[in-house]
């Protein structure tokens, strides 16, 4: 089955920074929007911030606004997500997903493939 391959995540402080990576297939990097996306112990999914195929368009949940950076790199098919000022509440496993298609549309809404999942953790 094809995946994306996620890595970069880690422990940090609060105030620190991670960066992370997400690798897709050229087929599959081309033609969607990327989204990621969170899930803390005993909460929902959450949407953390989508680019469009064509990084014309991002989008940021309303928690992580400000203080992360969605940002495609074509030559080596790569999406990162920059997340700085992090806090307690960023403790998560952050997935990478493709998107529906090729646009964000006002949200971060999952396609057909995903990554297996990286851990961030925040702590002192």
């Known amino acids: 089955q094809v995946q994306l391959v996620e890595s970069g995540g880690g422990l940090v402080q609060p105030g620190g920074s991670l960066r992370l990576s997400c690798a897709a297939p050229?087929?599959?990097?081309?033609?969607?929007?990327i989204g990621w996306f969170r899930e803390a112990p005993g909460k929902e999914r959450e949407g953390v911030s989508c680019?469009?195929?064509?990084?014309?368009?991002?989008y940021y949940g309303d928690s992580v606004k400000g203080r992360f950076t969605i940002s495609r790199d074509n030559a080596k098919r790569t999406v990162y997500l920059q997340m700085n000022k992090l806090n307690g509440e960023d403790t998560a496993v952050y997935y990478c997903?493709?998107?529906?298609?090729?646009?964000?549309?006002?949200?971060?809404?999952?396609?057909?493939?995903w990554g297996q999942g990286t851990q961030v953790t925040v702590s002192s």
């Open positions: 050229g087929a599959i990097f081309d033609i969607y929007a």
């Open positions: 680019i469009s195929s064509s990084s014309d368009t991002t």
């Open positions: 997903a493709t998107g529906r298609g090729s646009e964000c549309r006002n949200g971060v809404h999952p396609g057909d493939y």
